[in-house]
Antibody
Framework: QVTLRESGPALVKPTQTLTLTCTFS??????????VSWIRQPPGKALEWLAR???????YYRTSLKTRLTISKDTSKNQVVLKMTNMDPVDTATYYC????????????????WGKGTTVTVSA | QSVLTQAPSASGTPGQRVTISCSGS????????VNWYQQLPGTAPKLLIY???QRPSGVPDRFSGSKSGTSASLAISGLQSEDEADYYC????????????FGTGTKVTVL
């Protein structure tokens, strides 16, 4: 059974750096085609894809947030970490991580298993 | 800002057929496959349709997807009360070094 679980602080102050961890089980991020993405959803708004890391360490970032985001993986711990710098109240959202098994082709990229999400509030 | 456009809402009575549209461009829907996600109230999104028209195991065949050019559609036939949810289209976008883009979302209400 594939599961993903997001963890991190529930509250961060403006200008701080947010560090989120996605801990997964049931698959290996070292297997060809595997990928983990981070997605967020501000309250009452649509989903926003943030970043992706592939089994071969390829990384992709949301263009508008590229300078603030860093994604990394620890295959031995089955974890993917997302760092977002210079947090602002507009970054208040539920943050999800999700798996893909088709990262060998962007044409068919999709996320088949999602975590339950973690809510982050940015406030002084 | 979303680059895939959806109508904000759709509705139908139980048993009816409801169709949701998703409009994109040549760099996303026009070049890559479309996926649909269902988000029930207060829960995480769930993959509903992938590769334009494929259903993951466990998704009822009441849900179907199609794509034509730079647009895609999700159809729900035999609408049920448990289908009341937000639905998002999504696709990879080849522009700007590659991003995965979601639609603006459609709230389906069962009357």
């Amino acid at each position: 059974q594939v599961t993903l679980r997001e963890s991190g602080p529930a509250l961060v102050k403006p200008t701080q750096t947010l560090t989120l961890t996605c801990t997964f089980s049931g698959f290996s991020l070292s297997s060809s085609g595997m990928s983990v993405s981070w997605i967020r959803q501000p309250p009452g708004k649509a989903l926003e894809w943030l970043a992706r890391i592939d089994w071969d360490d390829d990384k992709y970032y949301r263009t508008s947030l590229k300078t603030r985001l860093t994604i990394s993986k620890d295959t031995s711990k089955n974890q993917v970490v997302l760092k977002m710098t210079n947090m602002d109240p507009v970054d208040t959202a539920t943050y999800y991580c999700a798996r893909s098994t088709v990262a060998t082709s962007n044409k068919y990229y999709h996320m088949d298993v999602w975590g339950k999400g973690t809510t982050v509030t940015v406030s002084a | 800002q979303s680059v895939l456009t959806q109508a904000p809402s759709a509705s139908g009575t139980p048993g009816q057929r409801v169709t949701i549209s998703c409009s994109g461009s040549s760099s996303n829907i026009g070049s890559n496959s479309v996926n649909w996600y269902q988000q029930l109230p207060g829960t995480a999104p769930k993959l509903l349709i992938y590769s334009n028209n494929q259903r993951p195991s466990g998704v009822p065949d009441r849900f179907s997807g199609s794509k034509s050019g730079t647009s895609a559609s999700l159809a729900i036939s035999g609408l049920q009360s448990e289908d009341e949810a937000d639905y998002y289209c999504a696709a990879w976008d080849d522009s700007l070094n590659g991003n995965y883009v979601f639609g603006t979302g459609t709230k389906v209400t069962v009357l």
